[in-house]
């Protein structure tokens, strides 16, 4: 699976969107990008995932660019309780030795602000 | 309903000791996982269950040894563990094949004295 580089952390203004970058430069054409956050002590949450079009769920919008080599996840009116940290990764479809395996990076801390 | 159920949420034990964690879902998935987070770390995989067989063991030592009953249920048996092994233990599970989606319980607090 490819690998994908997050800033380490980012703030945001409650009620603005939150725009979390992620580059996943070696993305091959057949990987998926799925966003998680975890919020303090609690298991991850998933979030959305998309492939090649731009996805939107009541939780977020995700944006890939057409090259696939980055994307962003929107959170459009953030509020305090999405403070948490966000994962960002890519992987294929499950099969093969890679199955099931979901590979975390460090992630963002988003904190959200009064 | 997209629920994953652990328990204990908290559990402390000697080094001697011999415990039991475990994860339940009745979302119909047919692959269950063990994950362990260390603090201020991300989730690292452990364990991987497909239709109730060991799919994937990431090299994890001996003294965990995972169990999956039946299809909704998964457990963690612990023996002889070392404090280094205090962390959050994470269970998820998902549909088999295809751009899967896991979903995750909230976990349990594992110390180990």
């Known amino acids: 699976d490819a690998k994908t580089t997050q800033p380490p952390s980012m703030d945001c203004a409650e009620g603005r969107a939150a725009n979390l970058p992620c580059n996943h430069s070696?993305?091959?054409?057949?990987?998926?990008v799925y966003w998680y956050r975890q919020i303090h002590s609690q298991g991850p949450q998933y979030i959305i995932h998309?492939?090649?079009n731009n996805e939107t769920n009541e939780m977020a919008s995700l944006i890939i660019t057409e090259d696939r080599k980055s994307s962003t996840l929107i959170l459009p009116h953030a509020t305090l309780r999405d403070t948490a940290v966000y994962y960002c990764?890519?992987?294929?479809?499950?099969?093969?030795?890679?199955?099931?395996?979901?590979?975390f990076g460090q992630g963002t801390i988003l904190t959200v602000h009064p | 309903d997209t629920e994953v159920t652990q328990t204990p949420k908290h559990l402390v034990m000697g080094m001697t000791n011999k415990k039991s964690l475990k994860c339940e879902q009745h979302?119909?998935?047919?692959?269950m996982y063990w994950y362990k987070q260390k603090a201020k770390k991300p989730p690292e995989l452990m364990f991987v269950?497909?239709?109730?067989?060991?799919?994937i063991n990431e090299s994890v030592p001996s003294r965990f040894s995972p169990e999956c009953p039946n299809s909704s249920l998964l457990n963690l048996h612990l023996h002889a563990l070392q404090p280094e092994d205090s962390a959050l233990y994470l269970c998820?599970?998902?549909?088999?094949?295809?751009?899967?989606?896991?979903?995750f319980g909230p976990g349990t607090r594992l110390l180990v004295l």
């Open positions: 070696t993305i091959s054409g057949n990987e998926y």
């Open positions: 998820a599970s998902s549909q088999v094949g295809g751009p899967v989606t896991q979903y």
């Open positions: 990764i890519v992987r294929g479809l499950a099969g093969g030795t890679s199955y099931g395996k979901l590979t």
């Open positions: 979302m119909g998935h047919r692959a």
């Open positions: 998309g492939l090649k």
């Open positions: 269950y497909s239709y109730e067989k060991l799919s």
